[in-house]
Nanobody, 125 residues
Framework: VQLQASGGGLVQAGGSLAVSCAAS????????MGWFCQAPGKEREFVAG????????YYADSVKGRFTISRDNAKKTVFLQMNSLKPEDTAVYYC???????????????????WGQGTQVTVSS
């Protein structure tokens, strides 16, 4: 499966931004999906994940209550709505697909099989 992330940009602290990730070339509903972020000089880390039908979601503590992950299997797209953004949310955001455990959400980079190219999110103070 190929993943294409889009929707990043520049926003002021306290603002909102939505990113999306469109899949092609596979059966989208066979995968759990995740969003990860990577800031300069830091390792890529888990942000949010969603199971194949949206029944299970999981968030990093740092974004819980501010970010919402969702998916539309008919459109083969996963979304990340980011509210109350903080400067420390600044990073490149990557979407990823997990083909092995489609009904649960896993949080390790190594557990995801396919990755999008990333989209930059910059939050100014």
């Amino acid at each position: 499966v190929q993943l294409q992330a889009s929707g990043g940009g520049l926003v002021q602290a306290g603002g909102s931004l939505a990113v999306s990730c469109a899949a092609s070339g596979g059966t989208f509903s066979n995968y759990a999906m995740g969003w990860f972020c990577q800031a300069p000089g830091k390792e890529r880390e888990f942000v949010a994940g969603i199971s194949w039908n949206g029944g299970n979601t999981y968030y990093a503590d740092s974004v819980k209550g501010r970010f919402t992950i969702s998916r539309d299997n008919a459109k083969k797209t996963v979304f990340l709505q980011m509210n109350s953004l903080k400067p420390e949310d600044t990073a490149v955001y990557y979407c990823a697909a997990d083909r092995s455990m489609w009904y649960v959400v896993r949080t390790s980079v190594k557990q995801y099989d396919y990755w999008g190219q990333g989209t930059q999110v910059t939050v100014s103070s």
